[in-house]
């Protein structure tokens, strides 16, 4: 299903449905963050995705990665709770959805990297390089906070 973002732009469609989704900030030893390349956009983005009935968002967070990234992770904590009404994905079904990301830490445990149907690619990418990369001005946002020193999660 192909998909197109609206990041504040006059005549962006009215959201019609606002599903919980997540995305998951991953370092590595060396302080790298995992990242993921979207099949349908080519942006780099933090590995996530929608939540299923009978799941709770955490489980969601980490079967997302799991089916992204082939790892697995352990949430360790909460970064943020991302609901921008000016940031909706028209897609073409008909949806249009709402942002609506929780966005956790986590930390892998196991698994052998390999990408889904969903991504083109997967590396671990140093905070310096993450300026030279194609990424949403959304998932940046989530980005920053998750590098930046925070008092506490992001609630907006």
Known sequence: MSRRDYW???GAPVANSV???TGVFVRDGRGRVLLVRRADSGNWTLP???QDIGESITQTAVRE?????GL???ITGLIGIYTDPGHVMAYDDGQVRQEFV???SGKVISGTEAISEESTGLRWAEPVELDGLQIHPSVRLRLDHALGQRNGPYLG
């Open 19 to 21: 599903p919980p989704g």
């Open 72 to 74: 697995d992770v352990e």
């Open 48 to 50: 996530g995705g929608m």
């Open 65 to 69: 990665v799991r089916e992204e990234t």
């Open 102 to 104: 929780v966005l956790f």
């Open 8 to 10: 504040h732009e006059p």
